[in-house]
Nanobody
Framework: QVQLVESGGGLVQPGGSLRLSCAASGFTFSLYAMNWYRQAPGKERELVAGISRGVGITNYADSVKGRFTISRDNAKNTVYLQMNSLKPEDTAVYYC????????WGQGTQVTVSS
């Protein structure tokens, strides 16, 4: 059974950084693209970043380009999201995602950017 466990969220001041991690199990991690989504209060869930299987081609939402970096470690079955220059509008619950027959989600980790 697919399991995704996010960690690394918290409270950070504007301009600060956080690194999110997502530990995956229950499937052959290296064979699947992985994604990070986020959902702010009162808003729909949106794709933040994705990384392909294999060579790890990445894609980003325009709102985070140049500030966020997605990466993966296939040996550790883990995907990361390095978030720099954080803004209050980045405040949201961040979810790890994989599509394996259907969408699978972690429980989410809260990121709050506030002074």
């Amino acid at each position: 059974q697919v399991q995704l466990v996010e960690s690394g969220g918290g409270l950070v001041q504007p301009g600060g950084s956080l690194r999110l991690s997502c530990a995956a199990s229950g499937f052959t991690f290296s064979l699947y693209a992985m994604n990070w989504y986020r959902q702010a209060p009162g808003k729909e869930r949106e794709l933040v970043a994705g990384i392909s299987r294999g060579v790890g081609i990445t894609n980003y939402a325009d709102s985070v380009k140049g500030r966020f970096t997605i990466s993966r470690d296939n040996a550790k079955n883990t995907v990361y999201l390095q978030m720099n220059s954080l803004k209050p509008e980045d405040t949201a619950v961040y979810y790890c995602n994989v599509f394996r027959g259907s969408n699978w989600w972690g429980q989410g980790t809260q990121v709050t950017v506030s002074s």
